[in-house]
């Protein structure tokens, strides 16, 4: 066990180190990456800019791609059309105006490790992209001080938010040790699923998958055992090795985060008389369509969080951490500043889970 860990802390480390040569840039210089015809962003380099009283300069760190980012890299624009992209990045603070304070009221000083987010509508407001070696941030953004976690954790915090937010409200956090849960489905949204409700304290967790790799990460990330649904010949198979896992009793809650069609009746089988279940494919790719399979169907993802729902969700980054759930694992790609058209095409591909865009 501890050599797979030192092994894998290798890996990203040289993973970096090989991404991001040769992306060192003046200190003196902005340097931002910009989308000027699709398929190809360019450089603009500039002046660090002063700042005003409500603004606040930030040394950006990394930023993850968002699938709206891939979406717009390839589409022709009409003119006058300015989409936004790096729209949610981290990094630390260099310049602070007068008295601002972040989204919990924290006074932000040089040093500070902080979490941006636009704000709902607000699309364009702050001077600059995430993409780029540095960022202003104006009362637009949503800036949380976060000085106690590591990198990567910043990176996946707007992820985990909305895949947590989710979660929250079907899942009955209460019940805890109680619940059996069956998650069908193992890319990046179920195995956040999984990561949140483990850090929660549920226990009794089995995913249901195709990809072998992706479910001996799934318990990683606090399943108990997994299923894999290319073995079985039959809903039947896939049902008697979940009664098996158990104890011969069926799901308290099953949740549904993949984009094969399952059909009410089949879910159903697989939770007792009492049991819920919900269909959260929504959450892939943040889709927007509301979904209409199931009675405890839950469409429009939310696009904006109460102070609370921060802290709810720094709060599950905390406790991942403290039970070792490596959740740095769910960053699959990392590039370079510099590799930043690379990176959008890997996103274009689907490859791996969460693609960071790193400025080291």
Partial sequence: MLDRKVDDIVKIVLSEVQALQGSKVAEDKIRTAVLKTPEKYEFEEGCIPSISGN???????????????????????????????????????????????????????????VIGIIKKNSFGASADTWYSNYVVCNPSTTLLKVNSLDLDSRLIFK?????????????????????????????????????????????????????????????????????????????????????????????DMVLLCTEKAISPSITKRFAVSEGSVYDLSNLIHNRNEKIQRFEDSHGISKTSFTDEEYRECLAILDSAKRKNLPLYRLISHRFSLKQINEAHWAGIREEGMLIGVFNR
């Avoid at 039959?234 to 158990?246: C, K, M, N, P, T």
């Fill in 55 to 113: 603004e606040v300069l930030v040394k950006v760190e990394g930023c993850c791609l968002s699938f709206s980012d891939t979406v717009e890299f390839l589409r022709e624009h009409k003119n006058g059309y300015t989409p936004f992209f790096g729209q949610y990045g981290t990094g630390v603070v260099e310049k602070v105006g007068t008295n601002v304070v972040d989204a919990f009221g924290s006074s932000l000083q040089k040093g500070d490790k």
């Fill in 159 to 251: 992820k985990v938010l909305d895949v947590y937010w989710e979660v929250k409200r079907v899942s009955k956090m209460g019940r805890g040790n109680s619940s059996n849960v069956v998650i069908f489905g193992s890319k990046l949204e179920a195995l956040l699923i999984t990561a949140i409700l483990k850090a929660n304290d549920f226990n009794n967790i089995i995913i249901v998958g195709a990809d072998e790799e992706e479910l001996r990460l799934a318990k990683m990330l606090g399943a108990k055992d997994t299923v894999i649904s290319s073995e079985k010949t039959s809903v039947e198979g896939i049902q008697e090795a979940i009664l098996s896992e158990f104890g011969g009793k069926k799901a």
